[in-house]
């Protein structure tokens, strides 16, 4: 078996290491079976267009079922093979003969027949990963739901901003994680249509049915132009994309996971299943897939970026360039697929601990900016007045009566202990139970507010 392709027009044997070195076969094991699938609907095509010999087209449908069917044999995966599509030709040319084998070839080229299998892996591909995201969803969702009342401190510049959930806090991750699969739901539109029947790029003379392999293969259409058909890639670029911004918000996750489970914080404690040791100190545990992930953010950062630039200066239509892009669509793809479903697994299997989350919840002044709200609520103070006085306050040492009273005689003048203040109404403002309660705003940390949003997400995860 060879390479039948180069025959006509090229001599010689080339040497297996430029075979190599202009060899897809590496990338194409990803697209074998959609090539069969390919294959099929060509050849039915072609054979209720008249194009080729019913003789043939049985001899060849045999062969090509045999192969779905049994496997493909390894020969046609041979390097010097430039790609699959060649391989598989000669494989049938092999079992059915050249008068045969050598007719399937007829009305396209492997540029529109590449693009076809891609197109089908990808959109394989996107099925599963959202499969993996709706998971990772329903498990946030499930977990806030148990967690409505765990009180723990929010972060912003990563200090103790003031106190919200973890339910709060697991369902912005679950609010990011749906516009993630409505993106990638959204590009998978515009994967599914067909190049198929365009030929090299100028499409062809005979009279081929470009619908009847659309319908065959489950597109949703045609793309219009055989040009743009066969030579462009922003489909891939598009699904690296939204990959890229996917394992952007699970990096922020997992570095969460890791800050959260290191000993200075002790928020959460991972499964060991997804922890390592070290080799030399027995005590670690460490949050290696947590950070595996985190780095794997870069990886698929890293493919959408070498897949841009490949595509940024090619000219129309078909280029060779367009093979390099190949591997870095599928890296993306199985690092993302991989990482959303160690995600799903990593998050469910977390036990949080809610006291050591309460009592960071009272401390770094979390609850300060309540204490200002209050002191525009009961006594009409201007916020701005409310909350350098409570800064003042905070910059003695402790929040008190006395330090507040003090503060606002040094900073407005007033005694709000004549006003009415007591002890009890400043201990009530700094209670983080309270002050999440008061949180009842749509999209807040309240109870009420987040056993709505437990329901609103529920039913919209049900929709995408
Ligand atoms: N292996 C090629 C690719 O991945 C298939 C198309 C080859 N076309 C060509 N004219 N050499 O893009």
């Known amino acids: 078996r060879h390479d039948q392709i180069r025959e006509g027009r090229l001599s010689g044997n080339r040497n297996a290491f430029i075979a190599r070195y202009l060899s897809s076969m590496d990338a194409d094991r990803r697209i074998a079976s959609p090539d069969l699938r390919v294959d099929m609907a060509h050849l039915a095509m072609l054979k209720q267009q008249g194009l080729i010999p019913a003789e043939h087209a049985k001899l060849l449908a045999g062969a090509l079922l045999r192969m779905y069917t049994d496997g493909i044999p390894g020969e046609a995966y041979d390097e010097r093979f430039e790609d699959i599509h060649a391989g598989i030709e000669g494989e049938l040319i092999a079992e059915a003969g050249i008068d045969a084998g050598g007719r399937l070839h007829l009305a396209r080229s492997r540029n529109d027949e590449v693009a076809t299998c ?83 790029f100028a499409s062809t003379g005979f009279p081929i049915d470009r619908e009847m392999t659309r319908r065959l293969l489950g597109f949703d259409c045609i793309l219009g132009n055989s040009m743009d058909a066969v030579s462009g890639r922003d489909f891939a670029l598009e699904v690296l994309s939204a ?14 996971l890791i800050l959260w489970s290191s000993a200075f914080v002790g928020f959460v404690e991972l499964d060991d299943i997804y922890c390592s040791t070290s080799s030399i100190m027995p005590q670690k545990k460490n949050p290696d897939c947590a950070e595996i992930m985190r780095g794997h953010a870069g990886t698929v950062a890293g493919a959408f970026q070498s897949a841009l630039i490949c595509m940024k200066g090619l000219p129309m239509s078909y280029n060779r360039d367009l093979q390099t892009l190949t591997p870095h669509l599928w890296n993306g793809i199985s690092h993302t697929a991989a990482s959303m479903e160690i995600l799903a697994g990593m998050v469910q299997t977390a036990v949080f601990d809610k006291e050591k989350m309460y009592r960071e919840s009272e401390r770094g002044f979390s609850t300060a900016t309540e204490l200002a709200d209050t002191l525009v609520r009961d006594f009409g ?80 995860l049900k929709k995408h």
């Open 118 to 200: 891609l197109r089908i892996r990808v959109r394989e591909d996107i099925l599963e990963i959202l499969g993996s995201v709706s998971s990772l969803r329903k498990i946030l969702i499930d977990l806030a739901d148990g967690h409505a009342k765990t009180v723990m401190p929010g972060f912003t510049h990563l200090q103790h901003a003031q106190p919200t959930t973890l339910a709060h806090h697991l369902l912005a991750y679950e609010e990011a994680f749906s516009r993630d699969a409505e993106r990638l739901f959204d590009t998978y539109t515009r994967v599914n249509r067909s190049p198929l029947g365009s030929a090299a």
């Open 243 to 256: 990959l890229t911004i996917m394992m952007a918000n699970a990096s922020r996750l997992c570095e969460e």
């Open 381 to 460: 103070l201007p916020f701005r007045t409310a909350h350098n006085i409570v800064g003042r306050a905070v910059r003695s040492g402790e929040i008190t009566l006395s330090t507040i009273e003090e503060a606002g005689k040094e900073i407005a003048g007033i005694s709000l202990k004549e006003r009415g203040l007591t002890e009890d109404r400043i201990r009530k403002a700094l209670d983080p139970t309270l002050v999440v309660a008061a949180k009842r705003v749509a999209g807040g940390p309240a109870e009420e507010a987040i056993v709505y949003a437990i329901r609103l997400r529920s039913g919209l």
